[in-house]
T-cell receptor
């Protein structure tokens, strides 16, 4: 079974803090994705990566950066957290660009 | 850019009734995927449609891809409480774009 894990299920941070969200997949997938999920807006793509050290902006990259130093690990970084970044963050991975995406359990981030 | 619209946003269904959720894309899609997210869970892949006019069934769920490959539908027959959750379509053009989802609640 494909397994995608995320470092925290719940996280509470203060405005201005630097936040790291980690995602690890164990299926040797090339592609990894970070989404945020907000009520009524569905899943919006923040960044994705199709190879180690490669990254592409998604639809809403502002305020975020990413890092992929190893194939199995994709990190989302909030350089200076703001209250409008309070959301559910979902990581996903897949083998090929049109393949099924496998999602992690999500991290619910609250920025106070 | 590619946009995927999904309606309705909410669907309140009496147990045993049928309902349909619709997905429309602004561009022609190479394929479309459907996912289900249970309350408190994460999206889980249900099915992928690739061919124009394709129809696939999974028990009480029927998925259809439009002839022009710009729209899709999910029809659930005889809704059960296990069908509760949010159903997302995701259109594949050069990347996967998710609709906003249809959140389904069931009245017993």
């Amino acid at each position: 079974d494909v397994k995608v894990t995320q470092s925290s299920r719940y996280l509470v941070k203060r405005t201005g803090e630097k936040v790291f969200l980690e995602c690890v997949q164990d299926m040797d997938h090339e592609n990894m994705f970070w989404y945020r999920q907000d009520p009524g807006l569905g899943l919006r793509l923040i960044y994705f990566s199709y190879d180690v050290k490669m990254k592409e902006k998604g639809d809403i990259p502002e305020g975020y950066s990413v890092s992929r130093e190893k194939k199995e690990r994709f990190s989302l970084i909030l350089e200076s957290a703001s209250t409008n970044q309070t959301s559910m963050y979902l990581c996903a991975s897949n083998k090929g660009p049109t393949d099924t995406q496998y999602f992690g359990p999500g991290t619910r981030l609250t920025v106070l | 850019g590619q946009q995927v619209m999904q309606i309705p946003q909410y669907q309140h269904v009496q147990e045993g009734e049928d309902f349909t959720t619709y997905c429309n894309s602004s561009t022609t899609l190479s394929n479309i995927q459907w996912y289900k997210q249970r309350p408190g869970g994460h999206p889980v892949f249900l099915i992928q449609l690739v061919k124009s006019g394709e129809v696939k069934k999974q028990k009480r769920l029927t998925f259809q891809f439009g002839e022009a490959k710009k729209n899709s539908s999910l029809h659930i027959t005889a809704t059960q409480t296990t069908d509760v959750g949010t159903y997302f379509c995701a259109g594949n053009d050069y990347k996967l774009s998710f609709g906003a989802g249809t959140t389904v609640t069931v009245r017993a």
